[in-house]
């Protein structure tokens, strides 16, 4: 499965974007997906993760509700909708799926990682 992330840009704080991750193929469905990512100097970390139905969620606390993470498995596509953003929300968004984990939570229940897509908030 390759994974393409889409939708970065610049924004101001208190701003939206929605981020967007294509999957290459259909076996895509069976995996569970989530958002990590990385600001300069840190580690990667948890943002959110959804089975494969997309019907359970998890969000870390930093942005419990703020984001949504979802999916539309007729596209391939799983999507991070960003709203109140902060300028600490600052950071390169990886996508990642799991074929063997219920949800993505941790770097190690990775299986493919998408290439990143930066995010930066203005204060």
């Known amino acids: 499965v390759q994974l393409q992330a889409s939708g970065g840009g610049l924004v101001q704080a208190g701003g939206s974007l929605r981020l967007a991750c294509a999957a290459s193929t259909s076996a895509f469905t069976a995996y569970a997906v989530g958002w990590f990512r990385q600001a300069p100097g840190k580690e990667r970390e948890f943002v959110a993760s959804t089975n494969w139905s997309g019907g359970s969620t998890l969000y870390a606390d930093s942005v419990k509700g703020r984001f949504t993470i979802s999916r539309d498995n007729t596209k391939n596509t799983i999507y991070l909708d960003m709203t109140r953003l902060k300028p600490d929300d600052t950071a390169v968004y990886y996508c990642?799926?799991?074929?063997?984990?219920?949800?993505?939570?941790?770097?190690?229940?990775?299986?493919?990682w998408g290439q990143g897509t930066l995010v930066t908030v203005s204060s």
């Open positions: 990642a799926a799991a074929l063997h984990s219920a949800m993505v939570i941790d770097i190690t229940d990775v299986d493919h």
